[in-house]
């Protein structure tokens, strides 16, 4: 795990860019794995602006979004499909047939589990994956408790997650008990995770992430066996980490050929 702490989230937001846009053009057939929810924002607006400016070409990207909730038209403004099409995929040259996005009105939430696994098998597996956090320490939608091994199913919400998500909402009695997410299972299998968390609002669920125990009671926590995952915070997300000064001055005294940015 590299720990990287930036003063501002516009900071980290900017470093994260740059790192999918490595990726992108390292590889312009790259599937990434795309999170919704307020940390990604400024993220997908960089992304924005580098294909605007620097002609940043998503034409041959595959996507795969984390979750979406069970029971909301696409065409809901608190829709996962709908806030991705807004804040990203019409903004830039991403094929529509390559964006995948769970389906909350599918008849069949199970077979349409299994028909998400096999997309993101065929698309050749998740290359990059954004991940934001829980303030309970959740990935995409897996809650506390969620099985360490789990794949695209359903998943119900805590209340913790449905009071936090109000905000999106124009009436909190709104947010959907259930919701269909990728499970750690996938995450664990994709080549590389990029965490962001920002506020001090996540700093506990960063802290128990990246120091504590690794325990299905923080999903964030298993990112530490994952082979190449980069977490990317502000001052404050991670102002409860005991190794922070250390992590501070890896980043700033990386050897020449190891600096990739
Ligand atoms: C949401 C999403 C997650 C997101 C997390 C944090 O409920 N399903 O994918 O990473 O919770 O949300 P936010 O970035 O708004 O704090």
Request: with cysteine.
């Amino acid at each position: 795990m590299e720990v990287i702490i930036l003063p501002t989230a516009e900071e980290a937001s900017e470093v994260a860019a740059r790192l999918v846009a490595r990726q992108i053009r390292e590889k312009p057939d790259s599937t990434l794995g795309l999170a919704t929810g307020g940390t990604p924002c400024k993220l997908y607006q960089l992304l924005v602006r580098m294909h605007q400016a620097e002609g940043l070409d998503f034409s041959r990207v595959s996507t795969f979004n984390l979750d979406e909730y069970i029971g909301l038209d696409p065409s809901h403004p608190a829709s996962y499909h709908r806030v991705m099409e807004v804040d990203f995929f019409s903004q830039v040259n991403i094929a529509r047939e390559r964006s995948h996005i769970p389906d909350g009105m599918a008849k069949d939430v199970r077979a349409h589990c299994a028909s998400y696994e096999r997309a993101i098998k065929d698309a050749g597996g998740i290359d990059l994956q954004v991940l934001g956090l829980g303030s309970d320490g959740h990935l995409g939608f897996n809650e506390p408790g969620s099985s360490l091994a789990s794949h695209t199913r359903i998943k119900t919400l805590t209340e913790r997650t449905r009071s936090d998500n109000e905000r999106f909402f124009t009436d909190g009695h709104e947010v959907p008990h259930h919701v269909i997410t990728m499970g750690l299972g996938n995450i664990m299998e994709s080549r590389m995770c990029l965490l962001l968390a920002f506020g001090i609002g996540k700093a506990q669920a960063v802290a128990a992430s990246v120091e504590g125990p690794v325990t299905a009671s923080v999903p964030g926590s298993l990112l530490q066996f994952h082979p190449r995952a980069k977490v990317l915070l502000d001052a404050e997300s991670a102002s409860l980490l005991i190794r922070s000064d250390y992590y501070q001055w890896v980043y700033k005294n990386k050897p020449i050929w190891q600096t990739h940015l």
